[in-house]
């Protein structure tokens, strides 16, 4: 069985630095042996990768990457707080995505998330997921995601 980390270097994907929180938490905690982390926005090195509404001014597929984003930064702030080898499965994700009023796709956008997740752990990376429309995000980010890992 090959490692989280060893399928990111196999993809080609270098974790990025832990995005600073914009407010007042921590981007994860451990309680036992679960680590949850913080919602986490689609940033790169340290601004947003693209603002605004999907379905509007961000395409499902725009969207749909920049879920992914968010995955890294999420498993960024996981390896900061426990080697990200010792992730023996993901628990749950929760995807926002801050939708044009019309726009219902919002599934297919936290897609981008799921897919990763199952790209980097295989069958561990399978998880029960929400998949949430709201009107706005912070920093008029368009999508955010957060993660419930368990860890050995």
């Known amino acids: 069985m090959t490692s989280p980390k060893a399928r990111l270097d196999a993809l080609g994907i270098a974790l990025p630095a832990v995005a600073a929180p914009v407010a ?9 042996s679960l680590v949850y982390t913080s919602g ?7 601004h947003l990768a693209a603002i605004g509404k999907v379905g509007a001014d961000i ?4 969207a749909r990457a920049l879920a992914g984003i968010c995955v890294l930064n ?7 707080l426990v080697d990200l080898d010792s992730v023996v499965r993901v628990i749950k994700v929760v995807g926002f995505v801050a939708s ?3 726009f219902t796709e919002q599934p297919a956008v936290v897609n981008g998330a799921s897919t990763l997740l199952t790209e980097i752990f295989g069958d561990s990376g399978a998880h029960a997921r929400s998949a949430v429309g709201v009107a706005v995000l912070p ?5 955010e995601i957060e ?3 368990e860890t050995r």
């Open 139 to 143: 920093l008029d980010a368009p999508v």
């Open 59 to 62: 395409s499902v597929e725009q």
């Open 100 to 102: 044009d009023p019309s």
């Open 40 to 46: 986490q926005l689609p940033t790169v090195d340290g």
């Open 24 to 32: 007042a938490y921590v981007p994860a905690v451990r309680t036992g």
């Open 74 to 80: 999420a498993l960024a702030a996981i390896d900061a």
């Open 147 to 149: 993660l419930i890992v």
